[in-house]
């Protein structure tokens, strides 16, 4: 018998795998420069950590209350030329780190994730911009990092 595996996409938090975007309202608790935070999303961890800690602009960010505001805002030029010089060299590590904390934490989602099985994870879609570690330019990084998350958490 042919096994084929399944394909999702994602990238939205709408939808049967929305858990699976960093928009999904997972709160995480991470420790940075020597501080416990509290970030509402993934997403949220990433954007505050284009700035360090001390910087007011590192609470702004934590502080919006949609993921994709605090996006935005990171755009904005006066956020942009405050950014961390390290960020760009860090950001799939970063990213790794939001993602993990998101399914240690959140045992509701790591059991999602478990129950997707053997699917092929691919974050891809039509409405973002560049979409985000996803297919294409992102060389579908985020998809990567959730199946190596969930083949550790099947283990
Ligand atoms: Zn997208």
Known sequence: MTDFLQEIRFCLPIGKYGFLSPYAPFPIKITVEGKLYDFPTV???YQAMKFYASDPRFQTVIN???PDEARLLTKNPEYKINRRKDFDK?????????LRAKFAQNPEAAELLKQTGNA???KACEVCYKCGFGEGSGKNYMGKTLMKIRQELQK
Do not use: P
């Open 43 to 45: 997403e949220h961890y």
């Open 64 to 66: 919006l209350k949609n």
């Open 90 to 98: 860090n950001k799939f590590a970063i990213m790794e780190q939001g």
């Open 120 to 122: 092929v994870l691919i």
